[in-house]
């Protein structure tokens, strides 16, 4: 079977491909149904070590308006904006997320960032997932539980390129191909919202083995 030819016969949900100029989207609104996505949502808000990391943007120091926890291998530290988060490892909980992704997406990952939005005033500002420890073209799978919010997309060149769509409880969205290295995304504020948690599964590539 080929690599990106979904194994769906254990679940019903439906997939839409989202066609968007250099990008690769996929989304399942309902990976997961409601109720397992609830007990998911609730377990990781108990189980997880939240921490709010301290951001340096245009030289400045604060702290990220989110919480997070990062989950991986001993080596596998995540910097951007100036810091350095060190990995905690999987819980059996993430495992069996991990392993139920990889069942269905034919993908594999190795780690995962855990993302708490508190409340409508918990953002993520323009980015890419685009680290080079990620490779060249990442595909990440990203998995929401918890309040729907929206997700813009926006070409890195090609301005008049943009797109809005919202994530919602228990959906899957899959990037890959060229998303990561031509465009950004963000989830913006709102001003009101419950809290919600995302976890963006990666394959983090260890270059000191590839020497
Ligand atoms: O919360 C989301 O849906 C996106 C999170 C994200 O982009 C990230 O953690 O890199
Ligand atoms: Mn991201």
Redo the contacts with the bound molecule.
Sequence with gaps: MPKHQYQSSMFESKTHVLKLFEAELEYWPEFYPSDRSWALYKQLLEQTQWRQDRLTVYGKQHLAP?L?CWYGEPWMDLSYSNQTMTASAFSPLLLEIKADIETRTGDSFNSV?V?Y?RDGQDS?GW?S?DEPELGRNPV?A?L?LGAR?D?HLRHKVEKSHTNKMA?EHGSL?MMRGLTQPRWQ???PKRANAEG?I?L?FRTMIDYSRCK
């Design positions: 989110r997070s960032l993302n939005y993520v980015h997932d990440i990203s929401s919010r997700f994530l969205l995304h963000q989830i919600r995302n963006t």
